[in-house]
């Protein structure tokens, strides 16, 4: 059969099938993916923020003893919110047990909180905020922004509500750790709620729990991070609730320039009243959060930004709710919620490389025609194929081939086109887009002769 037939054959063989099934065509969005996004709710997510802010201080070299004040009294209720949710979740306190180093300031326990849903399958889908804080510039508030020169060693006792940093990105967390867990919803992937300790030291909450995550060989299919999400007022003046920003480390067919997209075409579909700003780039100019612990791990992670922030309030005791936008951190929620539901329902991205390590693309047995091939995901009832100019930065054609790990495109040169692809279930929610992407090509020194 010759490649064009093939590929004919590939594509009549699915639709008809398809269409034979059902009696009337199924909405592009899932119900049960609308309905979690529409039970967001802003005022329980204030709820957890003025709680947050009520410890004073959620510094990680805070007080832990106290039932009121500092970050073992913030982490415990935390825990106990997670604990009285559902049943369903799995709680732990995710310990270590750290030495003296850095802004570490002397040996310290670093507590992550977490709360796990079981999926049928391990591989991972996490949510995640970090709950400590931090006042740089001691207990006075100067309303002024960070700058280089402030005392670099946070201040263990003096107040840091850290209400929008990151209490924003701590209530998102707990309030779709509880709605998923409500849902009913039998989720594929097991879906990890987690708030990180140790943020402002340097990532260490995170770092280490992605760090051991990686040695164990543990599979995350996203990390959906949030770190200040929960203003819509920015401190230039400018005012906008209504879009957000998605930072996702390259090159740029990453596994976490993927993820970006996918939240994008999904926030589409199901938050389509809240836009989506992609940022090609690891995170704000010389800024950080807990997702690149994640990346340096080799697990794809975005972090979420609101789209104008304040410095002024940041890392001091200006941090308070009373400068949040709750209506705007729901929708932010609601574009976490539709990202992480539609991943962990979807079945697995494709595997698109072989046991070498190779891409499975080729110019087939013309050498001229696209040849993809890709490892069959499980529960997956189709595949759609993206492909786009190679100078261009997303998908701008599809196409589903059904039940197949194999398409012939003929004369498409795998030199000029990008291409993709992504899992279907039964259920239609698709997975994230695997990317073929030409391997790194070491080149050697040249010796010359003396
Ligand atoms: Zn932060």
Known sequence: MSSARRLLTALLLVAPAGLA??????????????????????????????????FGTRSTLSDTVSTTRGIGAARRWIFDEFKRMSPKLQVSYDRHLLAQQGRITRDVDLVN????????????????????????????ATGR???AGQPAQPNDDVDAPGANDDGSGTALTMELARLFAESGVEFDATLVFITWAGEEQG???????????????????????????GSSVGGSGLVDGESVKVYAIGPEDSPSRSLARYIARIAATYVPSHSIRLMAREDRFGRGSDHSSFTANKFPAVVFREANENYARQHSADDKIIGMDFTYLAQNARVNAAGAASVALAPP???????????????????????????????????????????????????????????IMPNVSIDDVVFGVAAIGADGNESIISAYVSPDRPMSRIKLRK
């Open 145 to 147: 922004p960070a700058t």
């Open 21 to 54: 099934a059902q009696t009337a065509p199924r909405p592009d969005a899932d119900p049960r993916i609308e309905k979690l996004v529409a039970a967001v709710s802003p005022e329980r997510m204030r709820a957890t923020v003025t709680k947050l802010e009520s």
């Open 349 to 407: 991205a494709p595997r698109v490389l072989g046991d070498r390590g190779q891409a499975l693309i080729g110019r087939g047995k013309s050498g001229y025609d696209a040849d993809l091939q890709w490892v069959a995901s499980p529960g997956a009832v189709g595949y759609r194929v993206y492909w786009r100019d190679a100078w261009t930065n997303d998908w701008q054609h599809t196409r589903v081939v059904g039940n197949v790990t194999q398409v």
């Open 203 to 229: 990532l260490i909450g995170s770092m280490a729990h992605a760090s051991a995550l990686a040695d164990a060989s543990g599979v995350v299919e996203a990390n959906f991070n949030n770190d200040i999400v």
């Open 113 to 140: 909180v977490v709360a796990v849903l079981p999926g049928r399958s391990p591989r991972r889908v996490y949510v995640s905020g970090h709950y400590d804080s931090v006042n740089q510039r001691g207990a006075v």
